[in-house]
């Protein structure tokens, strides 16, 4: 069956840099785009950022634009989410997610001094 594993989370301080990984089990990892999302309690969750099987980014939320950014090893069957200059704002849990409705278990990021 389709899995999905996010890693990579944790704490950093203000201004860090984490690195999400994406491992992908039971699909064709390299035929699907893999996006990822972020929620924190009370909030849905939101997209921020995607990238397509070919390796293009797809899509930055503008929150994240110039400090975030997608790619991914199709051979290795991961896709990463590196996070640079991180903001308090940035603490969520992370997952990624492929079409149609699979998503990861989730990996927290939390920002603070």
């Known amino acids: 069956q389709v899995q999905l594993v996010e890693s990579g989370g944790g704490l950093v301080q203000p201004g860090g840099s984490l690195r999400l990984s994406c491992v992908g089990s039971?699909?064709?990892?390299?035929?699907?785009?893999i996006n990822w999302y972020r929620q924190t309690p009370g909030k849905e969750r939101e997209l921020v950022a995607a990238?397509?099987?070919?390796?293009?980014?797809?899509y930055y939320a503008d929150p994240v634009k110039g400090r975030f950014s997608v790619a991914r090893d199709n051979a290795k069957r991961t896709a990463y989410l590196q996070m640079n200059n991180l903001r308090p704002e940035d603490t969520a849990v992370y997952y990624c997610?492929?079409?149609?409705?699979?998503w990861g278990q989730g990996t927290q990021v939390t920002v603070r001094s």
């Open positions: 990238i397509l099987d070919t390796g293009i980014a797809a």
């Open positions: 039971g699909f064709n990892f390299g035929n699907w785009r």
């Open positions: 997610f492929r079409p149609i409705n699979f």
